[in-house]
């Protein structure tokens, strides 16, 4: 492809700069990205596609570049070279996407040539492949992928929110076990740490709850301290005060939490409301309402059986909501 005088190299932009041998974790510093390939894919990413009004075409077209740079085409040089692991993961992500079964996406995707096309594959997978695949997915490719995409879309994070919600975890009918009392009580409790203004997700972790957000507020606090905030908003669950001593003197930024009725000690949480604004804690709402997209587009209700692979599923919903989310506002 020419661009000018220089020639871009095809490759240099679609495939992954790791050997695609034996799979290797790797951070996106060990990319060696140079402003110009990120450049090119940004083009590449913003250009128009066949069915550019299609959100589902422009998903699946997103998801397959993208892991295309952040994980290797396959996984060792031993596996059968059958699908690539960009295909898979762009079937896995459709099925979320869409809210189906394993079966219900390759029934979809064995009728359409535009995303066959779009997969490169000629042959569906059968859905037990799918299935192995997001067994043996590590957690930390998934997270690799949603720090390409905040790479990507040059975040300049002025506001950060922090919150947590539960998700479910369920395969039994929820009358059923309601009558037979035998409803489960724990479930998967997802923490955000997002950008106010682009509503993408900057960092997350998830656990087995019921477990205290406030756990999880510091490592979450040190994990976005590269983007300089000038204000960290979360509600009334995150008022102690090694938390706003922590966003005042490591985070160098103002804290926009509310105070309990009983604060009465603590220096930073008796000087909080003479810097809390109204106007600035009301953005908080828009955690909200990525948890609500999050629950309502992907589903609140995860279907694997494990605690491991629950959290893993939340963890890939969080980076497909993100993958969504570009959509919108590229």
Do not use: W
């Amino acid at each position: 492809m020419r661009k000018g005088n220089n020639i871009i190299m095809i490759s240099e932009i679609y495939y992954s700069p790791v050997y695609s041998g034996v799979s290797k974790q790797l951070n996106l510093s060990d990319f060696n990205f140079k402003n110009s390939k990120i450049q090119c894919l940004k083009s590449v990413l913003n250009k128009n596609s066949e069915l550019k009004e299609n959100k589902l075409v422009k998903f699946i077209e997103r998801t397959y570049y993208y892991v295309k740079i952040a994980i290797n085409k396959y996984s060792n040089d031993f596996s059968n070279h059958l699908y690539s692991q960009h295909a898979l993961f762009t079937i896995l992500a459709m099925k979320i996407y869409t809210k189906s079964t394993y079966r219900e996406i390759i029934d979809f995707i064995d009728v359409s040539d535009v995303i066959k096309r779009y997969l490169r594959i000629k042959k569906v997978p059968h859905f037990t492949t799918i299935q192995k695949f997001f067994k043996r997915l590590p957690s930390e490719q998934i997270r690799e992928i949603n720090q390409l995409i905040l790479l990507l879309n040059d975040i300049k994070a002025d506001i950060i929110a922090l919150d947590g919600s539960g998700f479910t975890n369920d395969y039994a009918d929820k009358y059923y076990a309601k009558i037979r009392q035998k409803e489960r009580k724990s479930y998967i409790k997802n923490h955000l740490t997002i950008d106010v203004k682009t509503r993408l997700i900057l960092y997350y972790q998830t656990s087995r709850g019921p477990k205290y957000d406030t756990q999880f507020a510091k490592p979450a606090l040190r994990q976005i301290k590269k983007y300089k905030p000038h204000y960290i908003v979360a509600d009334k669950a995150y008022d102690t005060e090694p938390i706003r001593k922590c966003i005042n003197e490591e985070i160098k930024a103002f804290d926009q939490i509310p105070l309990k009725n009983r604060a009465k000690k603590g220096q930073y949480r008796l000087k909080s409301p003479t810097i809390f604004r109204h106007k600035i804690y009301k953005k908080r709402n828009n955690i909200e309402s990525i948890f609500s997209t999050i629950k309502r587009k992907f589903n609140g209700t995860n279907h694997s059986r494990s605690t491991q692979l629950s959290n893993k599923e939340t963890k890939l919903k969080n980076t497909i909501y993100n993958i969504y989310r570009t959509t919108q506002i590229n």
